[in-house]
């Protein structure tokens, strides 16, 4: 049954407010902006909180993720976050922003209006702060086995070729990053995430499953056959939405629906 | 699924803006159990009418009464929703209509068209 309230231990409690440094000159910021970022430090023991730190934009650069690194710079050193590319490549500061999971580093400040809300992706366990632990969401990855799997004997010195139709299935598929954003989304991951694959578990399944070299297809088929590894799927599409590489997991899933009723009438 | 975490579950419904598609799911949800639950007054209904006039008088003084008129305006409201919104997961088990555009605008057809359908019939009824 979905637990639609948080645990005692994780109930958000206001913190601290940190108002913005005087510029350069003596003159205070004019073009300020509230940062209300969700706080929680393993070692005291005490519920998480918000913490809101007021920051002048015309000394800031333009996405969240330069405010969060400005923030970590030089009002709160102890602001914990993943990050490393800065270009929506590496999917490490996946968080969520302004009610929608999404990266920090392409989300830009002006696309957000009043206070920048910030919280770790949605119904995780916090390590600290920003930071969520993914293992169990890594473990449903390593799951569907995403790798190719391929017995014919090839010479080691030849490649296996793809022609360009087939090679066109992958796009929509092979972009994804792994950062999560789709998955914790989801409510039907929220309620079921212990035996319902997610989004973007899926997604990548079925870039094996559309791959013409793979050779595994059926027993991928199979091993999605359950009433909750793929079935928790009801078309939410949060997923959609939030896809920070603009990839459509939702309709990848119903293709992975019509292969199983396919195979079964065929 | 139950948190045997020590560590706090980040906040998910508190913080999530719901897109329309999320909504509609659960409206989708909500009028299925509505359904449910009417489907088992209208056996009553039915029930009512069966055991003779005095039962059935009183069955429909109640259906007559505002409250009576809520629950059924509900219901009709319950069942043209659940139809159109039926309609509409029938396109995406065929793979349609799951664009992010298409998805918001079918969302939309299937509210006006249960809300018109709705007003109808109790225009008409």
């Known amino acids: ?266 | 699924m139950s948190w045997d975490d020590k560590r706090p579950m980040s906040p998910h419904l508190q913080v999530y803006k719901l897109p329309l598609t999320a909504k509609l799911s659960i409206v989708h949800r909500g009028t299925g159990t509505a359904l449910f639950i009417g489907l088992i007054l209208m056996v009553w209904v039915l029930a009512a009418a069966a055991a003779g006039e005095e039962s059935w008088q009183s069955m429909h003084g109640f259906l007559s009464s505002w409250f009576g008129k809520l629950v059924l305006f509900g219901f009709t409201f319950s069942l043209y929703f659940h139809l159109c919104n039926g309609i509409r997961h029938l396109f995406w088990d065929m793979g349609k209509g799951l664009e992010l555009e298409y998805a918001h605008k079918s969302g939309i057809a299937v509210i006006v068209a249960s809300v018109i359908l709705t007003v109808l019939t109790w225009l008409i009824a």
């Open chain 1, 1 to 266: 049954m979905a637990e639609f309230k948080l645990p005692a231990n994780s109930i958000v409690k206001i913190g601290k407010t940190f108002s913005a440094p005087k510029g350069g000159d003596k003159e205070q910021a004019k073009n300020t902006r509230k940062f209300i970022i969700y706080r929680y430090d393993p070692a005291i023991d005490e519920n998480p909180r918000t913490d809101t730190f007021e920051l002048d934009l015309d000394n800031c650069g333009p996405m969240v993720l330069d405010a969060l690194l400005k923030i970590k710079d030089e009002m709160d050193s102890s602001v914990a976050l993943r990050r490393s590319c800065r270009e929506g490549i590496c999917g490490s500061c996946a968080m969520n922003i302004d009610g929608g999971n999404t990266l920090a580093c392409t989300k830009s400040i002006a696309d957000i209006k009043g206070d920048v809300k910030i919280y770790p992706l949605p119904h995780q366990p916090v390590i600290k702060d920003l930071v969520s632990d993914l293992t169990h969401f890594y473990e449903q990855y390593a799951s569907v086995e995403p790798w190719m799997k391929n017995d014919t004997e090839i010479a080691p010195d030849k490649e296996r070729l793809q022609t360009k139709q087939d090679r066109e299935k992958l796009d929509g598929l092979y972009e994804c990053i792994l950062c999560a954003c789709c998955s914790t989304s989801c409510p039907s991951y929220w309620w079921n995430s212990d035996r319902y694959l997610g989004p973007a578990a899926l997604l990548n399944s079925y870039r094996w499953i559309a791959d013409s070299r793979d050779e595994a297809t059926e027993k991928r088929l199979d091993d999605l056959e359950d009433p909750f590894k793929l079935y928790r799927c009801h078309t939410i599409m949060n997923c959609t939405e939030a896809c920070p590489k603009g990839l459509n997991p939702a309709k990848v899933i119903a293709k992975i629906k019509q292969k199983m009723i396919k195979r079964k009438i065929s």
